[in-house]
Each structure stands twice: as structure tokens, then as C-alpha cells.
């Protein structure tokens, strides 16, 4: 009897260890299928764009990431406020339509968070004149559009000073207004417009100072036709910007690898007189 007994408990023993291996194996299955359920479920990172060329560099990203199982929505909008404010309340993940100072303005003027997260090209700065061949046409008095907002009448005052056009105090901000020219030998007078209004003012005034898309609406590119363009080392390259909260997110930074692939590159180098010259 007693040694029944025992082949009994051995038995049930052998029965509760092989339920027991089951389920763990089970399980260990269910977590393997949850991993990779996760893995190839399709992912979505929505980026404001403005217009061309950065909306064609986030839809190259966009078919590159295809083969990763990550889907690009682009939202198009249309100025340059509308990215930053639909970034900073979260309606966006990433935008790219501007350079870090006018990030920083928008930060400062809307207590935001937006950072950088990848420099793309350099948007050839220029000034255009329909009337002048070269800066030494224009006259002294020249009446010249620029941009209103701080961060391109810097852009623009620091263009004409790498010229040697107008002479620049030192300022603690980091960023200069027209307060700031000390000394103008040419006499220039400044005309300000929204940065999409500009090419409206260019057959009203001696010249006026965009970047290549706006040029392009004319039919001017930077190497063919602009008077004076920027020098490379600046610090107005078109950005891919996030937030504090994203932008190391591993999605994000696969965006950014993307937006820096040769395709990418390629492309701007591609682009009509020297508009778009990678910062990558």
C-alpha cells in the first residue's frame, strides 16, 4: 500500500510539472508574439511643413521610412508661425520650415520648448535688384526689403556686413536690429514686410533681400542673380525641430537619420543655381 502511495505522488508530481513547463512556455510564447506584434505594428510621426523644398525633403524621408514600417503624415500649412504653434500644442511631432533663431524667437515670444534636433541645408540668402547688375550699381541711398521679424532683420544685417556693406555694433543679445548698423556709408534705407510679402516689393524698391524659395517665385536663383549671397559657416540652416519631450525619442531620431540620407542630398544638391546647400 505504501508503495503504491508513493508511485501516486510521483505521478501527480510528474503531471503538475509538465502543466507547469506548458504554461510557462505558453507564456513565453504570448510575450515572443507581443514582441513582435510591437515591432511590426506601423508607427506615425506627423511634420508640419511650410512649402518646397522642405516639404520635398520630408516626403523623401517619407518613402525612405516606408520600408521601416513608419508612416510620414505631412501637414502642409501656410506661414511660418502655424508649424511652431501646432508643435508646441502637441497637434504636430516635428516641423521643418525654419532656421534655430527664428525658433528661438518663437520660444521666447510663446514660452515653448522647441529644440533642434538636426540641421538639413542652407537656404542661399540673397539680395535681388531688378534694376542693378551688381552692389556696385546700387546707389547709397538704396531703398532695401528685408524680412520683419528679429530673427531674419539679424539674418539680413549680418548678410550685408559679411559684405562689408554696413558695419555692426556688438551686442549682448546675440542678435541684431537696425539700432544696431553703426555705421552705413551707403546711406541704406530699410523697408520691412513679412517674409512672404517680399517678392511683392521687389519692382517698388532698389532691392530686396529672401531666401531661394521667394527668390524663385521671381525666377532668380542665388547663383545666377542675387547681387551678394551668404557665406556657408552661418547660422541659418533650415532645421528639423521638435520638443524638449521628443526629440531623443527613437522616432524622431529615425526621421532625422532619414531627412540626412544621400537621397536627401541629392536632391538639394540637385536644386536650380545653389539654393540648397546640405548642413549635413
Not at 500649412?77 to 527664428?102: C, K, R, T, W
Request: proline share 3%; net charge negative.
Amino acid at each position: 500500500m505504501k508503495q503504491w502511495f508513493m508511485i501516486l505522488m510521483v505521478v501527480l508530481l510528474s503531471v503538475l510539472v509538465a502543466c507547469s513547463g506548458s504554461n510557462e512556455s505558453e507564456n513565453t510564447d504570448e510575450s515572443s508574439d507581443n514582441n513582435n506584434n510591437d515591432e511590426s505594428k506601423e508607427q506615425t510621426v506627423r511634420v508640419a511643413v511650410v512649402e518646397s523644398p522642405m516639404l520635398d525633403v520630408v516626403e523623401i524621408a517619407k518613402e525612405n521610412l516606408a520600408a521601416e514600417n513608419i508612416e510620414v503624415e505631412i501637414v502642409e500649412m501656410g506661414d511660418y508661425i502655424q508649424p511652431n504653434e501646432a508643435l508646441a500644442n502637441a497637434e504636430v511631432d516635428a516641423n521643418f520650415s525654419q532656421h534655430v533663431p527664428f525658433m528661438n524667437q518663437f520660444n521666447k515670444n510663446s514660452d515653448a520648448n522647441l529644440v533642434e534636433v538636426q540641421p538639413i541645408y542652407y537656404a542661399n540668402f540673397g539680395l535681388y535688384a531688378q534694376e542693378y547688375a551688381s552692389m556696385e550699381e546700387l546707389p547709397d541711398d538704396a531703398t532695401i526689403g528685408i524680412a520683419n521679424d528679429p530673427s531674419n532683420i539679424d539674418r539680413s544685417l549680418r548678410l550685408l556686413a559679411s559684405h562689408h556693406l554696413i558695419e555692426l555694433n556688438e551686442t549682448d543679445s546675440g542678435q541684431y536690429g537696425l539700432k544696431d548698423i553703426k555705421e552705413d556709408s551707403h546711406n541704406y534705407t530699410f523697408e520691412q514686410a513679412g517674409i512672404t510679402a517680399l517678392t511683392r516689393l521687389y519692382e517698388d524698391v532698389d532691392g530686396v533681400i529672401v531666401n531661394p524659395t521667394h527668390a524663385g517665385n521671381l525666377d532668380l536663383t542665388p547663383a545666377d542673380d542675387a547681387l551678394i549671397t551668404e557665406k556657408e559657416d552661418n547660422k541659418f540652416a533650415i532645421t528639423l525641430v521638435a520638443t524638449e519631450d521628443n526629440a531623443d525619442s527613437k522616432l524622431i531620431q529615425q526621421l532625422a537619420e532619414a531627412m540626412t540620407s544621400d537621397d536627401v542630398r541629392e536632391f538639394l544638391n540637385s536644386r536650380e543655381g545653389e539654393a540648397s546647400i546640405p548642413a549635413f
